[in-house]
């Protein structure tokens, strides 16, 4: 019954005498992250906890959608947007989980499929939690709540960037994956790897011979040396390494910059050689040499004035 038609339910004595009010057609959403799962938190239970909730509020279950092994942190799961599919087809009035971790673990997620759901006058509501957005009072309760995931969003954003300005005045490194030719020490700030240095130079001062980043990548390929994460050598980890300006002691952080001279392993003239020449080769890859153009356009020209002469226009 994974995200089909659900045969309804015998309805039960008080279902039956409470006809006049109106009925809604529920869509239950369940999930597992994983197929060890413990029991309290099964496909089953979960399921059987809302087709409880909503005999109790006399909906009828229309479908039940479920992903089993899915993450919480992705809403691009398959019966998930088949639910949502279903609800903006107007085929179910009200969208039920036992818990908001089971639908979503991202409030930011949940503010925006609440907005779409009402859109599509669809209503939303948890066994566990006091989310219910099917009546006024739950529905303003919402929108409380997604105002405070908002400025929580804000507020972290906040303290990150705080945080962010607070290592760049230090001039600490932000993760724990320095480029090549340094590494991170216990105070978080930088230091020189005399090996990878060496690298470092090496492949500033072979570019400039070669004038080839493919070329560098080959030649570093064939010495069997490898990238900081162990990686093989291609034109874009060359790339990265010419166009990285911390190798001329200019660190940058949060909008922080600075010059640290313990950082600086490639001499500014050599780095500026290496900028000057990607870039008179960027320019000559992009536009066509005057004379090649002439020559292209005559050769064109020619073959369409012999045409011409043939009869064959």
């Known amino acids: ?31 597992t992250s994983s197929p060890s799962q413990k029991s309290k938190y099964s496909i089953d239970e979960q399921i059987n906890r809302c087709w409880e909730q909503c005999e109790a509020a006399g909906w009828s279950v229309e479908y039940v959608f ?9 809403v691009d799961r398959p019966q998930f947007q088949k639910m949502l599919e279903q609800a903006e087809g107007g085929r179910i009035d009200v969208v039920i989980f036992w818990k908001l971790d089971r639908f979503c ?25 006091y989310i219910d957005t099917t009546s006024p009072v739950g529905r303003f309760n919402f929108r ?48 020189v ?23 560098v990548a080959y030649l570093l390929n064939e010495k069997d040396l490898t990238t900081k994460k162990g990686e093989r050598w291609c034109r874009q980890s060359v790339r990265t390494v010419l166009s990285n300006e911390l190798y001329i002691g200019e660190y940058e952080l949060a909008d922080f910059n600075e010059y640290v001279e313990e950082y600086q392993i490639v001499s500014e003239y050599l780095f500026e050689a290496v900028v000057k020449t990607r870039y008179r080769f960027q320019s000559a890859s992009n ?27």
């Open 105 to 129: 673990r991202s409030l930011a997620d949940l503010v925006r499929i609440e907005d779409k759901l009402r859109s599509w006058d669809v209503g939303l509501q948890s066994v566990t939690e």
């Open 1 to 31: 019954m994974d995200g089909t038609h659900i045969p309804k339910r015998e309805e039960s004595i008080d279902q039956r005498d409470s006809e006049d009010e109106p009925e809604l057609d529920a869509g239950i959403y369940a999930r």
């Open 66 to 74: 479920f992903d089993k092994a899915e993450s919480g942190r992705d």
């Open 287 to 313: 536009e066509m040499d005057p004379r090649r153009k002439k020559s292209k356009s005559e050769k064109i020209l020619g073959h369409f004035k012999t045409m011409v002469e043939r009869g064959d226009g």
């Open 144 to 191: 409380n709540l997604a105002s405070a995931a908002e400025l929580e969003s804000d507020l972290t954003s906040q303290r990150v960037q705080i945080g962010m300005y607070g290592l760049a005045k230090d001039h600490k490194w932000p993760n724990d994956h320095p480029p090549l030719g340094y590494e991170k020490n216990s105070d978080g700030r930088l230091e």
């Open 193 to 215: 790897n005399d090996e990878e240095a060496s690298l470092v130079q090496w492949i500033f001062r072979i570019y400039l011979e070669e004038r080839s980043m493919p070329q």
